[in-house]
C-alpha cells in the first residue's frame, strides 16, 4: 500500500475520461446476404441427404460428390430444407426452379388485390357525352378489378318522375352486361338510388 507522501490527485482532464467515445476498429460490412435457398458451393454442411432429379433418395451423401453429380447431369444442386440434420438437397434446374417460384409469387401478389369501390354520380337527365365519359370511366374500373357504386340522384320535381330514372338505370346494365355483373339491385337511400356492380 502506498503512503500519503506518495499520493497525488489525477487532473481534471482525466476525470471524464470514462466518458470518452471509444473508437471502434473499423469492421467489413457484412456479406450480401443470398436470396433464395442455397445451392452448390454456397452449402455449408459436410454430409447432405441427397434427392436426385428424378425423384430418388439416395440418403445420406458427402457433399462433395452429390454436387459433382448435379455437374454431371449439367444441374445444380439446391438446398430445399435447410433445418432437417442432415440437410435435404435436390439436383434440379435452379434458373428453372427460381422462375417457377417468381412465377408463383406473382400470381399469388395478383390474387391479394383489395377490391375498391369506385362511385359513379348520375343525373337522371343526363346528357349523351357525360353519360358516354361515365361509362369509359366504368369499364376502366372493372377491368382494374373494381366494383362501381352508381348513386343516381333525384332532385326536386324529379322524384316525380321516378321512371327515367330507372330506364337509366336498366340502360347501365345492359351496356356493362358484357364485363359486369349487378351485384346490389338499385335501391332507394334518401332522396337517391344505389346500384353495385362488380366486374365478370
Known sequence: MLSSAYCFKLPPFFHNFGELPIRRPNRAPPAATKDGPRTNDD???????LIDQNGTNHGTV?????IKMAL???MDLVEISPNNNPP???????????????KKAAEARKKQ???????????????DHDYDVKMRAMQRFFEEGDKVKITLRYRGREMAHQEIG???LDKVKADVAEFA??????????RQVVMVLAPR
Not at 458427402?62 to 452429390?66: I, Q, R, S
Not at 355483373?181 to 334518401?190: I, L, N, P, S
Open 72 to 74: 454431371e447431369a449439367g
Open 88 to 102: 435435404v438437397c435436390k439436383i434440379m434446374d435452379y434458373g428453372k426452379f427460381k422462375y417457377s417460384a417468381q
Open 62 to 66: 458427402e457433399t462433395v460428390v452429390a
Open 166 to 168: 330507372t330506364k337509366l
Open 181 to 190: 355483373k349487378v351485384e346490389q339491385d338499385a335501391r332507394f337511400e334518401g
Open 43 to 49: 452449402i455449408r454442411n459436410a454430409q447432405i441427404q
Open 113 to 127: 388485390k383489395i377490391v375498391e369501390i369506385k362511385e359513379i354520380k348520375l343525373r337522371p337527365m343526363i346528357d
